[in-house]
């Protein structure tokens, strides 16, 4: 059976997708993207997200949402939104996996401090070294580099690009350049991983005691939902009262998306993915809750991501990415032979070195990065 019939026709469909840069024959008893998400969830990039921070640190608890917590999150609620527009599930979900493989250590701390260093040699960036592991990265194919994606799962981990790193990417970096849109299915992988980490962000930042229902209660639509917890389970407290508030919060706001999205796509009279390139962004909250989110994200940063404790350990992270940089860079011999350069006419190419040493350190896990770390520092360490 062709597990793409019942798509809209709008959907990114594997017969109309622009393919893959090594050709390779059709697999037989799956879709294309079905095949690309089983080759990510094989990819080592994506075992390492088990021990990456999404915002606490790995060792700071058990319960906190790692990468891999949060990619999994994001695939479920790009998936039920998805089936409700017949939209490619198996694309959203290929791409809401891989979105975050990218990422370094310690969050967006080690993606500043990454950046920092590679100031004078391209710069760093999350979401280019995400597509950066899938195109070349991973070793686990006779025949080429990285995982040999589809376009349409490239294109969706592409979320964001300047203009001059557009210009050197070719087919992946055109949309930048002639302000188009992706495929539906990247538009809606990009808002689900906002509802995602906007709403387990709550609950980690409850948890780990940063935020206080107190602080909560202020904001409208944390207060709006647990009113109406309390309103179905009069006395309802703690944990159970927090996460009756939470899914109430991430119902409403994959409900407003499905709704505000159909009208959109409605409105734009549709009929093919060319259509959807040429058109504005049509996955959308309704202006109302666009409004809630945004307010949402606001509190989190002021109220979570700057809390005097985040910072601490922020601070710290930063020291170990560049420390761990500078001391690659001063003395290159210190790598792993993978990580050396090991052509001769590229000895001594700095912006070639400074590369391989940043793909290293972007691949490390949080606990990996502090043990490389003590390893190089201590002196009683081996
Ligand atoms: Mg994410």
Redesign the pocket.
Known sequence: MDPETHLAPYAAHSAHSRGRQFSEPSPSLRSEFQRDRDRIVHSTAFRRLEYKT?VFVNHEGDLFRT?LT??IE?AQIARSIARNLQLNEDLVEAISLA??LG?TPFGHAGQEALNACMKDHGGFEHNLQSLRVVDSLEERYGAFDGLNLMFETREGILKHCSLTNAKKLGDIGQRFIRKKQPTLEAQLANLA?EI??NNHDIDDGLRSGLLTIGQLDEVDFYARHKAAAEKEFPGIAGRRAINETVRRMINTLIVDLINASKVRIGDAQLKTVADVRSASTLITFSEDVAREAIFLKRFLRENLYQHHQVNRMTSKARRIVTELFNAFMTEPSLLAPDYQIKHAEQAGNLPIQARKVADYIAGMTDRYAIREHRRLFAVDEI
């Open positions: 999404q990468r949060h990619s994001v979105h975050d990422h991983d995602a980490y």
